[in-house]
């Protein structure tokens, strides 16, 4: 039997008690098989004394009488039903369209991607400490939370996160990978302090080229030692404002999936650089080489190359295109012939803001301006809004493409195929009948 040094509990608030009534301190541990116990409790959403007996490939009457697997891990980890699981172990799941139309996507909403399995809640989160060091470092520091609350200012700020592989299902031939649709997305509001003011205060010497991160997840193996993803970014992105050490969103402290008790925060990456569990981060002199910075991860081919070669060169997907959602109505939805239907939707950037959005509802034969919404700061997204009366009854798809200021707009086909299946912008479409 495999064992492992951490605990794995499926919880959801750090601040609940755990399933035997009391919170599970950090010394409290449980003994997994090959972590497969997680996936099993999560879905089952109570813990299983006598889990470790369980023969592999045993289903749980449970979990055979219920409602598929995944639907229940949602409910463990606090999400709504409605949210698409693609995966259970790592949990990975995305958000429909329609349940993206709120100006702060609450937490309940809010799509999950994990590469491993999620630690147990620490019962005293002030034990928690950062470490921050590396070849760029003057002095190696560590800080706790608190420490962190009471010697920078705190900030809050709403910063859109979205996975890399965002998009990754359109991509032809199909790119391995969660099959994200258009939901690996969110626009959270974020609460902690500026990475750039602490790392100020540690020091950092002129070598520094890349920040490197270590979270404090467990490999699906179950093997402590293999890292789950240690990805970064480069320097000056860490040190701008909108970088963050989070440990709130939406004015509560991190949910345990998402990171409790501390995040990385940073606006126009790839999710994957917003480490979740923070225990550590190295100033590096070199590009940060973690797990997942390498071969086909978070990387795309440096020249183009036609859809399924392969390229002798791949660069680090460092910003994310320019992209938009179509928020309401919901596809597939019914109007009555001749009245206004409003549409609304979220659209974003890595660049400065968002210049415009455009809006078809004749497969793009023409295109009508939305209008736009302020973004609440850099990173944040631009609501825009058009009301439309469809000529006739019938089928129809609405179109929605953003331009940022950078003059780039969002293609109707997925752009720049990639093996890892990385950046796909292109066009949200939904369908309704004008009835
Ligand atoms: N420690 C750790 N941090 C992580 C991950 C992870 O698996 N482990 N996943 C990353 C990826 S790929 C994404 S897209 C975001 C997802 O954040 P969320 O689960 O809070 O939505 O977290 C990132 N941070
Ligand atoms: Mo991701």
């Given at each position: ?54 023969p592999d490939g045993i289903i749980p009457v449970a979990l055979a009488e219920g409602d598929a697997p995944g639907k229940d891990s949602l ?240 660069c680090i997907l460092e910003k994310m295109p320019v992209k938009s959602l179509i928020t309401f109505p919901q596809s597939g939805s019914q ?70 200021d950078s003059g780039i707009t969002q293609p109707i086909v997925a752009p720049g195929w990639n093996t890892g299946g990385y950046g796909n ?11």
């Amino acid at each position: 039997m495999h064992t492992n040094e951490k605990i794995i509990a499926p919880l959801a608030k750090p601040s609940e008690p755990t399933e035997s009534g009391t919170p599970a301190l950090p010394g409290r541990r449980r003994f997994i098989r090959k972590g497969t116990l997680l996936a099993v409790s999560a879905a089952i959403g109570a813990h299983l004394p006598f889990g470790r007996f369980l023969p592999d490939g045993i289903i749980p009457v449970a979990l055979a009488e219920g409602d598929a697997p995944g639907k229940d891990s949602l409910e463990v980890f606090g999400k709504r039903p409605d949210l698409i699981v693609l995966g259970d172990r790592p949990f990975v799941a995305e958000t429909p369209a329609h349940l993206l139309d709120d100006d702060v996507t609450p937490v309940d909403k809010l799509f999950v991607r994990n590469n491993g399995l999620v630690p147990a809640p620490m019962a005293d989160a002030d034990a928690w400490v950062l470490r921050i060091d590396g070849e760029a470092v003057r002095a190696p520091r560590e800080f706790t939370l608190k420490e962190l609350e009471s010697r920078f200012k705190a900030v809050t700020l709403q910063i859109g996160l979205e996975c890399g592989g965002n998009g990754r299902s359109g991509f032809q031939p199909p790119a391995k990978g969660s099959q994200w649709t258009y939901g690996g997305v969110g626009f959270p509001e974020w609460t902690g302090v500026r990475l750039a003011d602490v790392l100020r205060e540690v020091g950092v010497t002129d070598k520094a080229v890349y920040i490197g991160y270590e979270g404090d997840d467990l490999h699906l193996s179950g093997d402590s030692k293999r890292p789950v993803i240690s990805r970064g970014c480069p320097i000056a992105k860490a040190m701008e404002d909108e970088t963050l050490l989070a440990w709130a969103m939406n004015g509560e402290p991190l949910r345990q999936v998402h990171g409790f008790p501390l995040r990385l925060v940073a606006g126009g990456v790839p999710g994957s650089v917003t480490g979740k569990w923070l225990k550590r981060i190295a100033v590096r002199d070199k590009v940060h080489d973690g797990t997942k910075m390498g071969g086909h991860d978070y990387r795309v081919a440096c020249n183009p190359i036609a859809p399924g070669e392969q390229s002798d060169d791949y660069c680090i997907l460092e910003k994310m295109p320019v992209k938009s959602l179509i928020t309401f109505p919901q596809s597939g939805s019914q109007h009555p012939q001749g009245t206004e239907i409003e549409v609304r939707g979220q659209a974003w950037t890595a660049e400065r803001g968002v210049r415009s959005v455009e809006v078809s509802y004749d497969f793009g034969q023409s295109w009508l301006p939305a209008k736009l919404g302020r973004a609440r700061n850099r990173f944040a997204p631009t609501r825009f809004r058009i009301a439309l009366k469809l000529p006739k009854k019938g089928y129809y798809e609405i179109w929605a493409r953003a331009t940022d200021d950078s003059g780039i707009t969002q293609p109707i086909v997925a752009p720049g195929w990639n093996t890892g299946g990385y950046g796909n912008n292109q066009i949200h479409r939904i369908a309704l009948r004008s009835i």
